[in-house]
């Protein structure tokens, strides 16, 4: 089959433009067109997945702020539209945090199988910037999962935004914006 690609990147502009594709000869084409920008996304935006995130305070120094030294327990509650093969959820951390669990016998506690629902979970990445889940196959309607967290470090942390995203369809995806993040001594 002759598969021809071709790119246009253009400059976006301030006022509306029209954008016009004709199709000669035979053939069925298919059109994809996607824009991308560098701006802080202030409110969700739901494209197949919505996103609820809830902190919850495990041990707390102060009731009133976060600490240093705090556990927070983070539960990421997904709606999906419909079941996806290898979908990828990323939330960022704090900088300076611990996800636990990561260490065998020693967190597994807090960080347990029976807290991962609707989906099959393929692998799990724990870094020091982002909790990265990835599932195999990801169900249609609601799932959960959390991770639990250490504030090992005092700042004003302001995050990137919470996704999740199908794979092999960039166009399912869900964004949710985070709070600014503090954490006292």
Known sequence: SNKNTN????????????LSIKHK?????????????AIPL??????GYRLEK??????????DVWSKGDIIRIKLKIQADSPKTWVVISDP????????????GKDSVLFSEEN????WLAYEEKSFETYRAYYQYLSEGESTIEYTLRLN???????P??????????????????QKFIVGE
């Open 25 to 37: 000869g035979q053939g069925s084409p298919w059109v994809t067109i996607q824009s991308k920008a």
């Open 7 to 18: 790119q246009v990147f253009f400059p976006h502009s301030t006022g509306q433009k029209e």
């Open 153 to 159: 470090q005092e700042g004003l942390f302001i995050l």
């Open 54 to 63: 809830t902190i919850v305070a495990i041990e707390r120094k102060k009731p």
């Open 116 to 119: 991962r629902k609707g989906g």
């Open 93 to 104: 951390i704090p900088s300076g945090s611990s996800i636990l669990g990561s260490i065998p």
């Open 42 to 47: 202030k409110s969700p935006l739901f494209a």
């Open 161 to 178: 935004s919470t996704r999740i995203e199908a794979l092999y369809f960039p166009e399912m995806f869900g964004e949710l914006p985070n």
